[in-house]
C-alpha cells in the first residue's frame, strides 16, 4: 500500500478526527469557505459573507462547524474574528483542494476575493492596513 508523503506529516490523526473531517466536507458551504482559507489564508465572518454571498447567520453556522470538528482556529483582532486552518490539517486539505482545483464555484470564489480586496472592501485589507500605523 503506498501512502502519500503528506500523510506521514499529519499530527495527531486519529479515525474520529478522519470522520470530523470528512463530514465537515459533506456541506459544500464549508467546502467553499475552506477552500477560501487554505488558498487565501485566515478569513473573518464579513468577509466570507461579502465574498460567498452567504447571510451572517449561514456563515456563522458553518464556521462553528469548522471550529468544532477541530479543523479551524479563530484569533481575535480589533473588531473581527479571523478564522484560519489548523496547521496539524493543512496538508490533508491541500491534498483534498489539488482535487477541486478547477471547480467552477471555487475559483468564482477566489475571483470575488481579489475583486473585493482590490476595492479595499474586505476586513483583511483593513487590518493589514493598521498594522503599519502601529
Not at 478526527?17 to 485566515?42: C, D, H, T, W, Y
Not at 454571498?53 to 481575535?76: C, D, M, P, W
Not at 491541500?94 to 468564482?108: E, G, M, P, R, S
Not at 482590490?118 to 493589514?128: P, S, T, V, Y
Request: hydrophobic share 40%; with cysteine; proline share 1%.
Amino acid at each position: 500500500m503506498n501512502f502519500h508523503p503528506d500523510f506521514m506529516r499529519l499530527k495527531n490523526f486519529s479515525l474520529v478526527f478522519g470522520v470530523q473531517l470528512f463530514k465537515a466536507l459533506s456541506e459544500e458551504p464549508r467546502v467553499r469557505i475552506l477552500n477560501l482559507m487554505f488558498m487565501k489564508g485566515e478569513m473573518c465572518i464579513t468577509d466570507l459573507e461579502i465574498i460567498l454571498e452567504f447571510t451572517q447567520a449561514k456563515t456563522s453556522r458553518h464556521l462553528s462547524y469548522l471550529k468544532n470538528s477541530g479543523i479551524v482556529n479563530s484569533r481575535k483582532a480589533d473588531q473581527w474574528v479571523f478564522y484560519s486552518i489548523k496547521e496539524e490539517v493543512t496538508d490533508l486539505i491541500k491534498l483534498i483542494f489539488d482535487y477541486f482545483n478547477k471547480d467552477h464555484l471555487l475559483k468564482k470564489d477566489l475571483e470575488n476575493f481579489e475583486t473585493f480586496l482590490k476595492q479595499d472592501e474586505l476586513a483583511k485589507f483593513h487590518q493589514k492596513e493598521r498594522s503599519y500605523l502601529e
